[in-house]
């Protein structure tokens, strides 16, 4: 069974920092392209960046390029987001999703519970 | 950017069809995928790649898409339907290769 979970949301102030990760299991993670995928009740769904399987090549979102930064540790089958220099327009619901292969590419397929991140003085 | 319209609500009695649209030019050319959010769950993908259902997802969700609409529909709709659906695609011709619709409550009556 295909799981993943995420960790390390919070409160933080704005200008701050915080990272959060995600566990995978159940499937062959490095694979995977691997995604963060945001939720907030102002701006919907939004895709926040991924990375290719093996950590080579990643992709961001405009509105964190610069901020954010996704990595992965194949060995402990690991997804990380370390976001800097915090807003408040960035406090959600952090979900970490599989990226499709296949007919299924550039969709999500398995998607965690997700982890909440406020970002507020 | 590339941009999806979905309507916020639909509303259906159990055991009749449930039409989810959404919108975006020429959407036609691209993939198209559809989740499923239950209250305070994360989203479940029910058909990608425009009508390809995921193993485990019942064939009353069926997908299309054409022209400037795709569409989802649930035949045959229950009560543990009710969430909220969006819609995703993804183009590697657009500069955010992963946009989703906005998202539309189906309310089961």
């Known amino acids: 069974e295909v799981q993943l979970v995420e960790s390390g949301g919070g409160l933080v102030q704005p200008g701050g920092s915080l990272r959060v990760s995600c566990v995978a299991s159940?499937?062959?993670?490095?694979?995977?392209?691997m995604s963060w995928v945001r939720q907030s009740p102002g701006r919907g769904l939004e895709w926040v960046a991924n990375?290719?399987?093996?950590?080579?090549?990643?992709y961001y979102v405009d509105s964190v390029k610069g901020r954010f930064t996704i990595s992965r540790d194949n060995a402990t089958t690991s997804l990380s987001l370390e976001m800097n220099s915090l807003r408040a327009d960035d406090t959600a619901v952090y979900y970490c999703?599989?990226?499709?292969?296949?007919?299924?590419?550039?969709?999500?397929?398995?998607w965690g519970r997700g982890i909440l991140v406020t970002v507020s003085s | 950017s590339y941009v999806m319209t979905q309507p916020p609500s639909v509303s259906v009695a159990p055991g009749k069809t449930a039409i989810i649209t959404c919108g975006g030019d020429?959407?036609?050319?691209?993939?198209v995928h559809w989740y499923q959010q239950k209250a305070g769950q994360a989203p479940v993908q029910v058909i990608y790649?425009?009508?390809v259902r995921p193993s485990g997802i019942p064939e009353r969700f069926s997908g299309s898409n054409s022209g400037n609409t795709a569409t989802l529909t649930i035949s045959r709709v229950e009560a543990g339907d009710e969430a909220d659906y969006f819609c995703?695609?993804?183009?590697?011709?657009?500069?955010?290769?992963?946009?989703f619709g906005g998202g539309t409550k189906l309310t089961v009556l």
């Open positions: 159940g499937f062959t993670f490095s694979n995977y392209y």
């Open positions: 995703q695609v993804w183009d590697s011709t657009i500069d955010h290769p992963r946009v």
């Open positions: 999703a599989r990226d499709g292969l296949g007919y299924s590419y550039g969709s999500f397929d398995y």
């Open positions: 790649y425009d009508s």
């Open positions: 020429n959407i036609g050319s691209k993939s």
């Open positions: 990375i290719k399987q093996d950590g080579s090549e990643k």
